[in-house]
Every structure is written in structure tokens, then in C-alpha cells.
């Protein structure tokens, strides 16, 4: 935990959003950072929106697809891959969907043949993995796992989705991987404006002095 007095910083999400909600510095709201969730390619077709409750299903090690289209006959699973937890983008993730910002996720991470990765080469695949660059985790989005063996659950097929930021989610879409709409909305400059989408944070300029200034951000 970092106890040192803040002079300047601009965070992906507000101070009650972190590990220190209770530090004694200020904040100026100053820009919009919207989220996407992204399946990964070779994902099940029938895979085409997540709600929060969803989220929160899948964030504990996993859930059926069934819970996600709603039919019996769907019972492989799906998983999330995501962030370290150095991470505003994962701060906003868990905060915004109700698991919890303190609340560790399990998730797993994917091989470029489209194989799950043992974590410590004992058949340990899902727990708190995550990675320290939302590029990575875009980079995993375009590997396919189409014809991949589910190494957590048994059984053939699984699907994997992610939580990332507009940019990142861009790139895993052009790697391969397909943008999901939440609680039944796409995300967009209008559904955000409208209040229809509701995962997006604010990016704030902290500091202990004066170094912000009305619409120029952070000023050194």
C-alpha cells in the first residue's frame, strides 16, 4: 500500500475507487474513459451480451454459458481475463459491476494455440491472473480457442471474455475478438451521454497543490 503524500497523478478512476479512499489528497474530474467487454475469437456465437449479475456469476471461477443465452443445452463454460491488480481498469470493472473493487476475481489467461496456461505447472489455470497491460489482454482476444480443451471444468470448448478500455477494445476487436453490449446496450458516445451505458469511469487529476487547471487537466 503507498502511504507517500501525492504531489501530481492522473487516475483511471476517483479516489473512492481505490486502495486508499480515505487518502488526503483532492481530485478534479477531467475526462470520460468508457469500457467495453470483449469476447475472445473462437468464442461461442450464441455469446452476444453480459449483465452485472452475469459478471459477478463469472468473476468467482467461471460460469455455464446457459447462464448467458439462457438454454439448458449450452453447458460449457465461460471465463474472464482481465487485468493485474495494479489496474484502474480493473478497479472500474469490479467496482462498477457489484463484485467488489477488494474482492480478488479468478481469472484465467490463454495461450497463443488457444490453450489455457498453467499458472505454476501443477493444473493450476484460474485464480487472481491477471495482466499488467490492457494491450496484452487485447492481444489475447485474437487468439482463438475454437477447437481449445476446457483445462478447469473438463469437456471441449470454452469461452473467455474480458473487461477493457475503448482503446483496447478496439485492438482486440481488430485481433479477432467481437465487442459485447452490456445489460443489453453497445457501448457510444450517445448511450454514454444518455446514461444507458453504465461502464465508464472518470479520469481525475490528484494532487496536493494547485497544479490543475479548469479545462487543461493536469499542469506541472
Request: include cysteine; proline fraction near 2%; glycine fraction near 14%.
Amino acid at each position: 500500500m503507498i502511504t507517500n503524500t501525492v504531489d501530481l497523478a492522473m487516475a483511471d478512476n476517483d479516489k473512492a475507487f481505490s486502495k486508499t479512499p480515505s487518502g488526503a489528497i483532492t481530485g478534479t474530474k477531467v475526462s470520460i474513459i468508457p469500457f467495453a467487454w470483449v469476447k475472445e475469437k473462437g468464442s461461442s456465437a450464441a455469446l452476444i451480451n453480459v449483465t452485472d449479475q452475469q459478471i459477478r456469476q463469472v468473476l468467482t471461477g467461471g460460469a455455464r454459458l446457459a447462464l448467458f443465452t439462457g438454454s439448458p443445452a449450452d453447458t460449457n463454460y465461460v471465463y474472464v481475463t482481465g487485468r493485474d491488480n495494479e489496474s484502474g481498469t480493473r478497479v472500474n470493472s469490479l467496482g462498477l459491476s457489484g463484485y467488489g473493487i477488494f474482492n480478488a476475481p479468478f481469472q484465467v489467461q490463454v495461450l497463443s494455440d488457444g490453450s489455457m496456461k498453467d499458472q505454476t505447472g501443477l493444473g493450476d489455470y484460474v485464480g487472481d491472473y491477471g495482466y499488467a497491460s490492457g494491450g496484452s489482454v487485447a492481444t489475447q482476444m485474437g487468439y482463438d480457442i475454437s477447437t481449445a480443451t476446457d483445462a478447469v471444468n473438463g469437456g471441449n470448448g470454452y469461452s473467455v471474455i474480458a473487461y477493457l478500455g475503448r482503446s483496447d477494445a478496439n485492438s482486440a476487436v481488430t485481433a479477432g475478438g467481437t465487442e459485447l453490449s452490456l445489460n443489453g446496450v453497445l457501448e457510444s458516445a450517445a448511450t454514454v451521454k444518455e446514461g444507458r451505458y453504465n461502464f465508464w469511469g472518470q479520469r481525475v487529476c490528484l494532487s496536493q497543490k494547485h497544479f490543475h487547471q479548469p479545462g487543461r487537466g493536469c499542469l506541472q
